[in-house]
């Protein structure tokens, strides 16, 4: 066993954890979010996607002690005083989530992209999101939820401006 | 089964060396883990101590200096690939970073990793072997320089031995005179595809366009990156010409041998597609002087 200092969703976390488990383990089991899911468990789908100071990362094949001094945004960390994130909301009014196992990581995929770029391109879009699988919804509404949110984060700032 | 124990954090290059050496073979250099992770799981390798080098600040940088480029070997796929001095001095090895996994992979792959994982088509190793780069190892006795394209074994093998030395810096030489360099790839789709076939090329070049030096790789088409010498004498001391390139891409193909595979397809099909890779890679490199 070996002590884990990070700072998840805000919050300081120090934890016992086993070395050898992935960082997807240790969000779901150690800390109980299990918002992350685990798909392909080899990289390949992005169901277990969060962010590692600010980026996007397959927590499936990361060492989980590679979180020690960083950073974690997982998908419970989006919302705000119990309000969603625009992205979540965006998503939701493009019909951008069926079965929902795909959208935590896609979700926080399309954080990154905004975080770094106010007005992503179609093309900005497709590469941020190229890392996932999603079965049942298709990629489109993706495009249309995060042009969404995008809008959504201008005119929230606008506001907060007057 | 043997498991991780331990995850070290060692302060510099030195202290890593140290702690493998301590462990006896126990002990194994970790970058992002993006390979190792499932080789673990697989039982493949069997490290009960991981040596993580991939914040080490001797080894993330980019500096271009004295007709030189340095790159620190944990920096990753998605650094190079967004480096403007890369992509400006080397596109072949930003375009080659660009093409790896997804997002989520290059964001913690590193070109350390890519080229001890060593396998044939490593889409920043083949662009790298053709910039002709030399790496910096540091290890027991001492730091020393090898050239690249000595260090890949068999698919899978490196003469890296990741629980002893450590690869920390990767340099390539910036040609003084005119010079281009591409990297071209084909998979089944643009993300998250493993190569059918990727080619890089280096063109030097002198004033009136006579080409005086060429590297040219293309891969998986045997069990290392692939050099096609032929196609590269075929252009020595000739005026860069799009018949000539023609030429050359058509040697590359006749030189290679790829085999019949069920993933990445038959080995006829792949010939075809060094030689069109090659040429299409050759005229892109030589725009970049014309
Ligand atoms: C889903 C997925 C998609 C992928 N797609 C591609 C692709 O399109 N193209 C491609 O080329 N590769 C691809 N890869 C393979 C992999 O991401 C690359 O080979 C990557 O560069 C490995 O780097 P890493 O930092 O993750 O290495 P690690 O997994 O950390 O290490 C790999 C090996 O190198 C050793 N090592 C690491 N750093 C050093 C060092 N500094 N000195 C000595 N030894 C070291 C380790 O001990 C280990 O043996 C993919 C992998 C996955 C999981």
Redesign the interface.
Known sequence: M?ELKCVVNGKNVAIMID??H?LADVIRYDLGLTGTKKGCE???C?AC?VL?NG????SC???A??A?GKNILTIEGLEQNGELDPIQEAFMEAGAIQCGFCTPGVVL?AK?LLMREENPTKEDIR??L???FCRCTGYLQFYDAVKLASEKIKSRKNKEKK | MKKVEKHLFPKNVKEAVELLAEYKGEARIVSGATDLMLWIRDGKVSPSVLVDVSDLPEMRFVSVSDGKMSIGSAMTHAEIAAHPDVKRIFPALSDGCRSVGSPQIRNIATLAGNIVSAQPAADSVVPMTALGAQCELAGPDGTYMRPLCELSKKVGESYVDPTKEIITRIEIKIPSGKYGTAFKRIAPREAMALPVVNAAVMLEAEDDGTIKAARIVASPVAVVPFRAKNAEAHLIGKKASPKLFAEAAEAAGAEASPRDSLVRGSGEYRKVLVKDLVEQALIQAASLFA
């Open positions: 070996q070395p050898s992935s080899e990289g390949e992005g996607t590692v980026l996007p990362v397959d094949i990361v060492p002690m590679k020690n995929s990154a590469d941020e190229s890392g996932h």
